[in-house]
């Protein structure tokens, strides 16, 4: 079936650095990628869609500039968490959808600590 | 999209069906229910989804009543790898998925 593969799955950093996340569909062209953040015992959050070849729309109180998106292809999505700091530290997931009205398949996630 | 109430956790017994109840009265009539689970520290897993009619796949059979207003996911005979928490979600399509607290089942031996 479809996978979505997330890279990595886990990454420690000092805090002020910045931590790139790769979304990769690999048997599909994801025309939408969706980027979610979850903090333990909390439910996913829908921090921002993109679409390949435009700009990622983000939801109510998601920094863009804190968390940069880049979609440049039909088979991956960038997160960026810029000068990422203890707060910022979570699990984030993505997910890719092909066709609307087709489910959506999740990534493994990435588990995010700051020091 | 429509909400979900979903109750808080389940206990189950395994090789038992786990029937997992969700309440969504204020549906609208083209909005689909959705089913996802997350297993601890992975991401979602997309079980069944349905619009009117009752659904089966070879994970789980989806069961909506007629007025649409609540719906029951079975998983037929559950096992300890089916222990995790499952998100019944309303929307016109799955585009913009809005995740609930969902029903943390366990499932014992």
């Known amino acids: 079936g479809a996978v979505v593969s997330q890279h990595p799955s886990r990454v420690i950093c000092k805090s002020g650095t910045s931590v790139k996340i790769e979304c990769r569909s690999l048997d599909f062209q994801a025309t939408t990628m969706f980027w979610y953040r979850q903090f333990p015992k909390k439910s996913l959050m829908l921090m921002a869609t993109?679409?390949?070849?435009?700009?990622?729309?983000?939801e109510q109180g998601v920094e863009k500039d804190k968390f940069l998106i880049n979609h440049a292809s039909l088979t991956l999505s960038t997160l960026t968490v810029t000068s990422a700091h203890p707060e910022d530290s979570s699990f984030y997931i993505c997910?890719?959808?092909?066709?609307?009205?087709?489910?959506?398949?999740f990534g493994d996630g990435t588990r995010l600590s700051i020091l | 999209d429509a909400k979900t109430t979903q109750p808080t956790s389940m206990d189950c017994a395994e090789g038992r069906a786990a029937n997992l109840p969700c309440n969504h009265s204020?549906?609208?009539?083209?909005?689909?229910v959705y089913w996802y689970r997350q297993i601890h520290s992975q991401g979602p897993q997309y079980i069944i989804h349905g619009l009117k009619n009752n659904e089966t796949n070879e994970m789980a059979s989806l069961i909506i009543t007629e007025d649409r207003k609540s719906s029951t996911l079975i998983l037929p005979h559950a096992t300890l790898r089916d222990t995790a928490v499952y998100y019944c979600i309303v929307g016109l399509n799955d585009y913009k998925l809005s995740f609930g607290a969902g029903t943390t089942v366990t499932v014992r031996a």
């Open positions: 997910s890719a959808s092909g066709v609307i009205g087709q489910p959506q398949h």
């Open positions: 204020t549906i609208s009539g083209n909005e689909y």
């Open positions: 993109s679409n390949e070849g435009s700009k990622a729309t983000y």
